[in-house]
């Protein structure tokens, strides 16, 4: 008997925690569709700007980014962040023009609620994480940034701010992108804490997230995020269910 309620116990214990482990939306969100992060210069609702800046006006029509912000994350050291691209010189132009049309994607889109995780960070609750990018964005902004110089291979964290700005470690050498990132997964994924994770699909694929495109077509991202997000809604329901169902099963024959 001693036997069969240790059994019992331990038996209640897996259904718990498998309980507990169910998969969820990130964040507990159920709104994964049209959605902006709440993030330091994020709307809290995305929505029309027609004067979006430059490289940010794909997002025009829907966008979590204010004219302000895009026009202010086009400059070499904007106040946003008061990050600087130049840190170990003069970064080349096509280069620069990845960073920012990454940074437009980050700050004005409204289609990345399936991979938004919350973060206890000082400058926003909210991030993204493993967005699925399309191989095509992540080859040509590693081709185009090889030859560029930087010291870091994460740019989240580790930079000295006493003047202000961004300046490299003590002891952290320039040397070109391609000697801190070897390959381009290397660069998309471990420059920004792995918020994007190289996909193998293709741009027009329906699977992959795309920072270049061109608006006149509409915005693909759309389609993207609401497969993912209906992926993840079917997934969440069962993940756990037929575990669930045995445990149950076996606890009831115990108890017989």
């Not at 904007?78 to 600087?84: D, G, K, T, V």
């Not at 990454?102 to 991979?115: A, I, K, Q, V």
């Not at 290397?186 to 420059?191: A, I, K, Q, T, V």
């Amino acid at each position: 008997m001693a036997w069969q309620m240790t059994q019992l116990l331990l038996l209640l214990a897996l259904v718990v925690s498998a309980w507990g482990a169910r998969p969820r939306n990130p964040q507990g969100r159920t709104d994964l569709l049209n959605v902006c992060m709440d993030a330091k210069h994020h709307k809290t609702k995305p929505g029309p700007e027609d004067k979006l800046h430059d490289q940010c006006s794909p997002w025009r029509k829907n966008a979590c980014c204010s004219v302000n912000t895009s026009q202010e994350l086009h400059k070499d050291t904007s106040r946003l962040y008061n990050f600087n691209w130049d840190h170990c010189g003069k970064m080349e132009l096509d280069c620069k023009r990845h960073f920012i049309q990454d940074t437009c994607f980050y700050e004005c889109s409204p289609n990345l609620g399936p991979w938004i995780q919350q973060v206890d960070q000082s400058w926003r609750k909210e991030r993204i994480l493993n967005v699925p990018l399309c191989k095509e964005d992540c080859q040509r902004w590693w081709e185009d940034c090889r030859t560029s110089y930087t010291c870091k291979t994460n740019w989240h964290k580790g930079w000295n701010w006493s003047s202000g700005i961004n300046e490299c470690p003590v002891k952290a050498a320039c040397h070109t992108f391609e000697f801190y990132f070897p390959t381009p997964a290397d660069l998309c994924e471990g420059l920004w804490s792995h918020s994007y994770k190289v996909s193998n699909y293709s741009q027009g694929s329906g699977r992959c997230i795309q920072m270049w495109f061109d608006p006149a077509h509409g915005n693909p991202n759309e389609e993207v995020a609401r497969f993912y997000a209906e992926a993840m809604s079917r997934a969440g329901p069962h993940a756990t269910g037929p575990l669930l169902l045995s445990l149950v099963l076996t606890l009831l024959w115990l108890l017989g």
